[in-house]
């Protein structure tokens, strides 16, 4: 049996690479976006200042990133299904807890069991449907429309994303069932 100190620090490393990730790809939307912006904006104003200089008004220039709107959206998938791991784990996301706060404790453990169950089932089903959509997407060869870049690598990252949430919240779900408290593990700060 693997002591519980050290179960904890793998599932809080887990869930450390997991937040990473989604922080990683909510960088790379960021930077993606503003850098497109900054190129687009500079070079309207350049075709703008070629046109003034030379007295002419057919010149014009906008540069994008190939493919950045799509690219943008595939890597926030990412960002959000990795990201997703990690709230599900925690159980820190927005909720309205009515019926859980009037609850006794035997009442509030029964309602997080059935809730995370209810999650756990759903996740299972979106890890296998994420699955088929990796394979479809690699077996039919979709790709973008600029750069013909292959979309089922982006695809497999979310699944992966989904499959770890899967993960983290069978494990919340067997601590429930033990009778562990997982929200005290973390130490969330409630905001009223």
Do not use: Q
């Not at 069991?113 to 077996?139: C, R």
Request: aromatic share 14%.
């Amino acid at each position: 049996m693997v002591p519980k100190a050290r179960r904890n620090s793998a599932i809080e490393r887990l869930i450390a690479y997991t937040e990473t990730a989604a922080g990683i790809f909510l960088a790379a939307v960021t930077a993606l976006v503003f850098v497109n912006v900054m190129a687009r904006g500079s070079s309207v104003g350049l075709g703008d200042f070629l046109n003034w200089m030379t007295g002419r008004t057919d010149y014009k220039f906008v540069l994008t990133i190939p493919e950045w709107y799509h690219l943008s959206c595939l890597a926030l998938g990412v960002c959000i299904f990795w990201g997703f791991a990690a709230t599900s784990y925690r159980n820190d996301h927005i909720k309205v807890d009515i019926l859980w706060d009037w609850s006794g404790p035997h009442g509030r453990r029964l309602i997080d069991l059935f809730a995370t169950g209810i999650l756990f089932l759903f996740l299972l089903v979106f890890t296998w449907m994420l699955g088929v959509k990796v394979m479809s997407g690699y077996w039919s060869g979709e790709a973008t429309y600029d750069l013909r870049l292959k979309v089922w690598p982006f695809h497999l990252v979310m699944a992966l994303g989904i499959m770890f949430s899967t993960i983290l919240v069978a494990v919340r779900m067997i601590r429930l069932a033990r009778g562990e408290n997982v929200e005290r593990e973390h130490k969330i700060e409630r905001v009223e």
